[in-house]
């Protein structure tokens, strides 16, 4: 079972405008990752977010996270072209292992 | 590029025929972990290998298999495959002993006809 939901499912916005997908989980953790995936190959590690942690930047990318509410958002600012993907929120369980939720695709029209 | 590789990066089986998927982790990583994903969906844990041993399993059966060699590099094993099998499967490699990032591989497309 995935334990990351990822909402919306999928988001289309124009060039420069900015993106938000969210994620909501059901247990405890100790941190939230974020990843892109493009066209259905392997997925690229954008931003790690720890519990003790409500807010991290990377670049254009703005991740916060919400314990109580179980549930973190990704901010993409002026996005780009190349920003169209799917973006995966993923939290940790046992053992190291990734539970992955379906993730938001994301288009960006020119 | 996160130096994970994989191989091969496309493969169509028959149902009942036996699979066997590649993967060489980064350098320096001693855990690789495998994972499949389903069209449209999340990728789902199926292991993770630790110093050649299995050191955690999903919800897989058990025709999936797997090794880790010596050098941290490991294959994944479908033994009667079935249609529901045709999936992208990941590999991605990570340092034991802690919660950070993996390094993900291209994957391998499987398709089972």
């Known amino acids: 079972s995935q334990q990351g939901e990822e909402d919306p499912q999928a988001l289309s916005i124009q060039e420069g405008e900015n993106a938000t997908m969210n994620c909501s989980y059901k247990t405890s953790i100790n941190n939230l990752q974020w990843y892109r995936q493009n066209s259905g190959r392997g997925l690229v590690h954008l931003i790690l977010i720890r519990s003790n942690e409500r807010e991290k930047h990377s670049g254009r990318l703005r991740v916060t996270l919400d314990t109580s509410k179980k549930s973190s958002s990704l901010l993409i600012t002026a996005s780009r072209a190349a920003d169209t993907a799917s973006y995966f929120c993923?939290?940790?369980?046992?053992?190291?292992?990734?539970?992955w939720g379906a993730g938001t695709k994301l288009i960006i029209k020119p | 590029e996160t130096g994970v590789t994989q191989s091969p990066t496309h493969l169509i089986k028959t149902r009942g025929q036996q699979v066997t998927l590649r993967c060489s982790s980064q350098?320096?990583?001693?855990?690789v972990s495998w994972y499949q994903q389903a069209l449209g969906q999340g990728p789902q844990f199926i292991f993770q290998y630790y110093r050649e041993e299995e050191n955690g399993r999903g919800n897989f059966p058990p025709r999936f298999s797997g090794l880790q060699f010596p050098n941290y590099s490991s294959e994944l094993n479908v033994n009667a495959l079935e249609l529901d099998d045709s999936a992208l499967y990941l590999c991605?490699?990570?340092?034991?002993?802690?919660?950070?990032?993996?390094?993900f591989g291209p994957g391998t497309r499987l398709t089972v006809t």
């Open positions: 350098s320096g990583h001693n855990t």
């Open positions: 993923a939290i940790v369980g046992s053992n190291y292992q990734l539970i």
């Open positions: 991605a490699s990570s340092s034991k002993g802690s919660s950070y990032e993996q390094y």
